[in-house]
Every structure is written in structure tokens, then in C-alpha cells.
């Protein structure tokens, strides 16, 4: 195959979502019917063959908790149809396999909101003949009948690693917008070469995602303004997609209900920077109106 909440004061927290999130099943703790619960896998059922599994539940030496995910490279061989080579594949997202046209897609992903800056995890490989394994990571949100891609990030290893190694992989964010998609996407070996890698192994457990110096939580209530933090930076930003111009009454709260700081901006389809670098930190309320209008409000925690 072709490698292939709560009041606080009188401030009501919109809360949706827990901060810091994370991706699920991410330590591989849980399977179901021998793939990893929200999790899609390269493994096949064939006739004749049954099952062949590329992916599977590997209880001997996991990174953290009772398991990790382990992605072998196996070669099979179907009666009248031919041999083929079968990568380990994880991903968050739909996975399409044709074996007999030799193709593979990968589509969609799981709902996230979240702007972390890394994902992070650890990782034992095997590779055999000069393989290498790649692993990584996107997110998207759609935007009328197309998705836009929010940011990504990639990386490949080619060493063989006998113990659990620590791994990040930064993200490149290229729009200033939360998304509301997420897809990870994990391949043991290099489909392209035509080289057999039959028995290249890759160990996966205990994947996380790191976060900056400031955290929002809760999804935005407004389809007309996003608020989220600038990465490893004490900055807010207000993205907006206004008819009209609004002028933005902006103030943060402390959890005792006093104003720590305001703003007033007048936005249409804007972006501004809103500066908390002299702040505590802690966590915090965020409350935007727009004359008598409530358009958000949130929890922000400042980390560091």
C-alpha cells in the first residue's frame, strides 16, 4: 500500500468549556473493540484475512497509567489481490483506507477551541531500513462552506529511541481566530520511498497540550467577536466581524468583583490588544458590553 459555571459579584461566567483543554483518550488509557476510543487507526477487516492490526493496545512498558498506543508497519498478502505494506496510523480525524486503489485520506477531526502552544508527549521507535515516523498536529474552523486552517505543527524522528523520550511540537499560527476544530495525525513510517518497513515500531502515550502564559475559558458567546490569548505573551486580542461599528465598553474583573482594568475601543472588523502584563497573577473576569448589550464575558486566568 502506499505508505499510506458560577456568579461572582454580580458577573455571570459563561463557562463551556474546561480551560487548558486537552485531547481525548490521550494517554490511550481506553479502547473499544481494539481501537483507542475517539481515536481512528489504520487496522483493516478483510475476508479471508480477518483483522489485521497495525494499531494496537500495548499493556508491557506504557510512558504513564496501564497503556500506550503502539503502531507497527505489517505486511500482508491477499490472495489474487497482492501484497501490501500497511502503516500504524492514529489520528483524531476520518480516516480512508482503499487498499486496492492504494490510497489513504485523512478528513475532519474532533471539537476543540482551545490556542495551545505545543503538543507535547513521549515516544519509543524502532525504525527498520532508514524509516522514519511522523507526527502532527492542526487546527481549523470553518468559515461558511470552506475550513480555514488556524495553525499547524509537524515533526519527524528517524532515531531509533529504546525508552520513553520526551517530545514537543511547536504550533504555527497563521490566523487570529479560535478554532473549532482539532486533528492529530500520527504515522510510524515514510510512505513514500518504496522501501519495505515491515516491522518499524512506534510507541505514543501520554500526549498533552501546553499552554501559554494566559488562559481563557469558556467559548466565545458572540459569532461577532473572539477573544483569545497571544501565545506566551500577557496580551488579550479581540478579533471582530461587526455590520457595524460598535464602540466596546471592556472591563476585568478580579474574583472580588473589583475592576482591575477597563477599556473602550471602537471596533467593526478589527483586531486589538488588550495589555495585562502589569497584572497579578490569578484569575479574572472579562466583561465587553456595547451600550446596554452584553456581548461577552469569561474567565481569564493569568498563569505566570
Known amino acids: 500500500m ?54 494496537a493496545k500495548d499493556l508491557t512498558d506504557p510512558e504513564q497509567g496501564s497503556a500506550s498506543a503502539k503502531l507497527t508497519v505489517v505486511t500482508k498478502t491477499i490472495p489474487f489481490v497482492g501484497t501490501y505494506t500497511i502503516p500504524g496510523v492514529l489520528t483524531l480525524g476520518k480516516l480512508n483506507i482503499d487498499i486496492a486503489a492504494q490510497t489513504a485520506s485523512v478528513t475532519g477531526g474532533t471539537p476543540f477551541t482551545g490556542r495551545p502552544v505545543k503538543l507535547s508527549g513521549y515516544l519509543k521507535y ?27 505543527g ?17 504550533i504555527n499560527y497563521l490566523l487570529p481566530e479560535a478554532p473549532d476544530t482539532l486533528n492529530i495525525l500520527i504515522l510510524n513510517s515514510n510512505p513514500l520511498d518504496k522501501v519495505d518497513h515491515t516491522g518499524t515500531a512506534l510507541w505514543i502515550d501520554n500526549l498533552s497540550f501546553v499552554y501559554g502564559t494566559v488562559g481563557i475559558e469558556g467559548v466565545t458567546s458572540s459569532k461577532e467577536l473572539n477573544i483569545y490569548a497571544e501565545p506566551n505573551a500577557r496580551q488579550l486580542v479581540l478579533s471582530s466581524s461587526f455590520a457595524k461599528q460598535e464602540i466596546l465598553d471592556i472591563s476585568l474583573f478580579n474574583m472580588s468583583g473589583i475592576e482591575s482594568r477597563k477599556w473602550k475601543h471602537t471596533m467593526q472588523q478589527s483586531t486589538e490588544h488588550l495589555d495585562i502584563s502589569n497584572l497579578t497573577p490569578g484569575t479574572y473576569v472579562i466583561r465587553i458590553s456595547s451600550g446596554n448589550r452584553l456581548i461577552d464575558t469569561r474567565k481569564i486566568t493569568i498563569l505566570n
Open 154 to 170: 509537524a515533526i519527524n524522528v528517524s532515531a531509533t529511541i529504546n525508552s520513553w523520550t520526551y517530545f514537543e511540537i511547536p
Open 126 to 152: 524502532s525504525p527498520v531500513k532508514n524509516d522514519f515516523c511522523v507526527m502532527g498536529w492542526g487546527l481549523t474552523k470553518w468559515n461558511n462552506s470552506t475550513r480555514d486552517t488556524i495553525g499547524y
Open 2 to 55: 502506499k505508505k499510506v459555571f458560577t456568579n461572582i459579584s454580580f458577573i455571570f461566567i459563561i463557562s463551556i468549556q474546561v480551560f487548558a483543554q486537552q485531547a481525548p483518550n490521550s494517554s490511550f488509557e481506553t479502547w473499544t473493540s481494539g481501537e483507542p476510543d475517539h481515536w481512528k487507526t489504520s487496522n483493516q477487516n478483510i475476508p479471508i484475512l480477518g483483522s489485521i492490526i497495525m494499531v
